[in-house]
DNA sequence: GGCCGTCTATGACGGCTGTCATAGTAGCGG
DNA sequence: CCGCTACTATGACAGCCGTCATAGACGGCC
């Protein structure tokens, strides 16, 4: 989700994804739909264009498309470590928030808990949004869990288990604006998720 | 956090806990000072007399507040517990949330969560405080697991863990509307809870 | 009674928000 | 050149927000 992410996509695209962005670091409330086009460097106009559904629409939009974009993340870090295991692919999914923080000094959040804390309980459709978002997270990782050997029915509590750790981690480390709860949270995890591997 | 928790205590005290109610539903920009005036019964002139700091002030203590009755509960788990484990504190913590949302049908969040979600980038006031009242939290936790014949080290890092996970656990159980994320994180973390304790 | 500190009441203000109405331009097939 | 569709431009609107100014009520205490 860094930046030049949406170069050189239609102003669809790029709306969607700046609207993701600012999300991430204040919440639907914060986040106006003009900030969206100026983020977008979109026309005003579009706006209406594109998305007549209004704020709701372009929310569950960049929703959708933030639950994509981790899916793909876990697809490239499978496919990246040198040999992978459970906790070496948690430890990737961190290291991108870490990381994020150590050079910008201070993290934004991730988009689909930004609209579930501000929207579930007002916004059904968002709502919705936001479960399949998560779901499109969770498939790719508990599938990779099975081809590292987890058994399938434990693989997917365990990319549960192991998404929930990341968010909660997430929201203290920004709120102590130090990388401690996500370093801890992969120490810690690390061992159960391989335990959970059997050898054949 | 159930009602009748600040009947007969000051107008005060009763803001301070409507804003963190509300701050629960629909994050901070959802929640109006009228509305947090309305909901705890107050007189709105006692609003720029009790906070002069205005909004900021009140999501503040707010958040300590919630901090604060976080600690009150785990402390009462713990003396409530019949033979104290860790798996069973965990079970416990997440077991308030299973039961609000199998009765209620529909979860709040969690005030902290909130306060990060909307206020943490942009106020450093209120982003301190939530990095207390995550402490004021985690404290009591750990020294209950050090109770437990956790080595103290290592008390710590768990009881990061078990709030991390409790609160992604309950980001994706009100996306889904269901508490299967919050079960799942139960049974998958409880061993592993529970291995950490060295016998004498 | 007179004073004062604590608390409450109420209306107004400026600013921002999402949305809409209306009009305009660009490009293309005919 | 016409007409049509896709897209953009812009200003206005009603509504809500947090905040403040001003003034009133209550109660104790000298």
Same mark, same amino acid.
């Given at each position: 989700m860094t930046a030049g992410e949406a170069s050189g996509?239609?102003?669809r695209e790029r709306m969607v994804f700046s609207a993701a962005q600012l999300l991430r670091r204040g919440g639907?409330?914060?986040t106006g739909?003009?900030?969206?086009?100026? *983020?977008?460097?979109?026309?005003?106009?579009? %706006?209406? *264009?594109?998305?007549p559904g209004g704020k709701e629409q372009l929310v569950n939009e960049a929703v959708q498309w933030a639950g994509r974009y981790a899916a793909r993340r876990v697809a490239r870090f499978v496919a990246a470590l040198p040999e992978p295991t459970p906790s070496g692919l948690f430890a990737a999914m961190v290291h991108q928030w870490t990381d994020e923080l150590a050079t910008?000094?201070?993290?934004?959040?991730?988009?689909?808990?930004a609209a579930v804390v501000d929207r579930a309980g007002a916004c059904e459709s968002t709502r919705k949004a936001t479960a399949t978002a998560f779901a499109t997270w969770t498939g790719p990782v508990a599938e990779a869990l099975a081809d590292m050997g987890v058994p399938p029915a434990r693989a997917e509590a365990l990319a549960t288990l192991m998404i929930s750790a990341v968010e909660g981690? %997430? %929201?203290i480390?920004?709120?102590?604006?130090?990388?401690?709860?996500?370093t801890t949270v992969?120490?810690?995890?690390?061992p159960l998720l391989d335990g959970a591997v059997v050898r054949d």
């Open positions: 996509r239609g102003p639907v409330g914060a739909m003009r900030d969206v086009v100026e *983020h977008a460097r979109a026309p005003r106009g579009s %706006l209406q *264009h594109y998305f910008a000094g201070e993290t934004s959040g991730c988009p689909v808990a981690a %997430l %929201l480390a920004r709120a102590e604006g130090d990388v401690r709860a996500l992969v120490r810690e995890l690390g």
